[in-house]
């Protein structure tokens, strides 16, 4: 019976809105309530004469600015609200409502119909009450209408009285972030963030804590990614939330097996609590088994249309036979891969199906993005294993997952190692091919070059030995290092401790006048860390002197707990020297220097003036 109401009600309360907007006038509606309404509530017209009133006290009208003119509620012997001319105790009074009426729908449902500057000045008003907001703001998402949701949930959070703002307020917060995200208001987002943090109730700033944290993993940003799962433990520290995050935070640092254990623990204490749903429970038990596999099989069930291709590409991965041998010759004094006839027809037909060409001059990037098309190039490739026979074929796979997954470490193992063991036999043919460089302009090496690189990012997170692994093969390969691979591999010799092997390529990267500028501020401060690591700290305090002498702002931002983000314009490559260029090498590699004993309390005793450090 309460789901008919419901529909009667909001069938009911649509027509009555339509009359009202008519003239705003009370016995419009009144005429319309008698003459039409009854039809909307199963031909009962007392029900239609007392429901109008109602609806009427909470509709707020464009010629009061948006105020209401609710009606005095009339006493039992007095003359009844309807103006039926009857005693209210003989006419309305007599009527029992079948069900609520809430107090907020008409202002809902006015908020669904404005546009334009009646929308807006509605929102300006301030009168709309949070739950219209709320639930107004929500069925325009759903519906897909993005400018109108963020343009109502917007005005939910601005000035919002956070002490009554509704707990389902906190969808429409998800919501509102993921808008800002998709549609790039990047600065509303973070003032939203803030917004919450500096005085949002508590069920909100836990939230936007855990958003904070994936917003910092998605940006490679670790050392931040750590701070703000710490706060969102301290503000919810039941959240079942938390068990996912950090179990993706452990992964990105490359801690597989603290991740399984700290799964596991957050499985007992939350299943020992009883006030999970049961898929909840099974999701923390999955997670406790195996991390990065469950969170693999997250991603896809998450990716709806792509779940079901995906999921064969992994099948054809685990199937896939040994890659044939490539035609490598040595010309010139160097080693050359010419692409023959068949990979050429094979490249020809995955071309036929994939949307997006590999931009020549550029290491990694396509000149439109093939993810929109995966519903159609996916099945393609998995139709065509032998596809992958072509060089050309895995550059471009390998591109093309990268962009898309290269930043989660759980898919590294399904989706990377497969098609980077594929490139490893045919760079182990290269090699055999004499002892010659592999430069990036010869022939068609550059779709080797290129696949690997893609790889060695794509596994970066969850493979780093086999990634780094396979940068030192490209290394040898190609000893001009054209990729810019020497600083990702001195990242990860770093993390895995291997501290004199880092020394030893930093030091060689640093003396090489061919190195690229753009890579030498990782180099000079990878050195300093690794001379600090082997208690060499004389002989770091003046590699220190050398690398702030590259860029003065590093020194500063990596002692600076919150300073303000210096991003390249674009997201493109940061000129030496410059704040951009400190604030990557930060978001990149402070959580190593966080994770040293004393490493930073060390380094910040280092600068010269921290007062008048200009990266403060």
């Not at 640093?510 to 000079?524: F, I, K, Q, T, Y």
């Not at 220190?544 to 002498?549: D, E, F, G, N």
């Not at 410059?578 to 090498?585: N, T």
Request: include cysteine.
């Amino acid at each position: 019976m309460l789901a008919v109401w419901v529909e009667q009600l909001l069938g009911f309360a649509s027509g009555a809105l339509s009359a009202i907007r008519e003239d705003e006038r009370y016995p419009t509606l009144m005429a319309w309530a008698r003459r039409e309404g009854p039809e909307l509530v199963d031909g009962d017209l007392a029900l239609a004469q007392a429901l109008a009133p109602e609806l009427w006290s909470q509709t707020p009208l464009e010629r009061l600015d948006f105020a209401c003119e609710p009606l005095a509620r009339p006493g039992r012997n007095e003359p009844c609200w309807c103006d039926s001319g009857r005693k209210t105790k003989q006419c309305c009074g007599a009527v029992s409502l079948p069900g609520h009426v809430p107090t907020h729908l008409m202002w809902m449902l006015s908020l669904r119909e404005w546009k334009g500057e009646t929308l807006k000045a509605a929102l300006a008003s301030g009168r709309a009450p949070a739950q219209a907001l709320l639930e107004a703001g929500l069925i325009a998402a759903e519906s897909g209408q993005r400018g109108r949701a963020q343009q109502i949930l917007e005005s939910l959070f601005e000035n919002a009285d956070w002490s009554r703002l509704p707990e389902q307020a906190e969808p429409a917060f998800e919501i509102l972030v993921d808008l800002y995200q998709e549609r790039g208001f990047h600065r509303k987002r973070e003032a939203l963030l803030d917004a919450v943090l500096d005085c949002g109730p508590l069920f909100l700033r836990g939230v936007a804590l855990e958003r904070l944290c994936l917003l910092h993993l998605d940006n490679d940003d670790l050392d931040s990614a750590r701070s703000a799962f710490v706060r969102a433990q301290q503000t919810l520290p039941d959240s079942p939330t938390l068990a996912y995050i950090e179990a993706m935070l452990l992964l990105h640092e490359g801690h597989e097996e603290e991740a399984a254990e700290r799964s596991r623990f957050w499985y007992r204490r939350l299943a020992r609590q009883g006030d999970l749903e049961p898929e909840q429970l099974q999701f923390l038990a999955d997670l406790a088994d195996n991390p990065g596999a469950t969170l693999a099989e997250q991603l896809l069930n998450a990716e709806a249309d792509l779940a079901e291709p995906l999921v064969s590409l992994q099948a054809l991965f685990e199937a896939l036979p040994e890659a044939p041998r490539l035609d490598v010759r040595y010309e010139d004094g160097v080693l050359a891969y010419h692409s023959s006839a068949r990979e050429d027809t094979l490249f020809a037909a995955f071309q036929a199906v994939f949307p997006s060409q590999v931009e020549g001059e550029t290491l990694m990037g396509f000149d439109t993005d093939p993810w929109p098309q995966a519903g159609d190039w996916l099945p393609a490739l998995c139709a065509h294993p032998e596809w992958l026979d072509s060089p050309a074929v895995v550059q471009s796979l390998a591109l093309a997952l990268t962009s898309r997954f290269g930043s989660l470490p759980w898919m590294a193992p399904s989706l990377f190692e497969p098609l980077a063991r594929r490139l490893e036999r045919w760079l182990a043919q290269v090699a055999e091919a004499g002892k010659a460089p592999l430069i990036w302009e010869a022939a068609d090496n550059a779709a080797l070059l290129r696949a690997g690189l893609a790889l060695v990012v794509g596994m970066e997170r969850g493979a780093r030995q086999h990634s780094r692994e396979l940068a030192e093969t490209l290394l040898t390969l190609d000893d001009q290092d054209s990729l810019g691979l020497r600083e990702l591999v001195l990242d990860q010799l770093l993390r895995e401790g291997r501290d004199d092997e880092a020394l030893a390529l930093s030091e060689r990267a640093v003396a090489d006048e061919r190195a690229d500028p753009s890579s030498l501020l990782g180099m000079l401060m990878g050195r300093v860390l690794a001379l600090y690591r082997l208690d060499r700290a004389d002989e770091a305090g003046h590699a220190l002197a050398q690398a702030h002498r590259h860029n003065p702002y590093a020194l500063s931002l990596l002692c600076t707990e919150s300073p303000r983000p210096a991003p390249t314009a674009g997201g493109g490559v940061a000129a030496p020297g410059s704040r951009a260029e400190a604030w990557q090498y930060r978001t990149l590699m402070r959580d190593q220097w966080r994770v040293t004993p004393g490493a930073l309390e060390w380094l910040c005793a280092q600068a010269p003036d921290r007062k008048t450090s200009p990266g403060t």
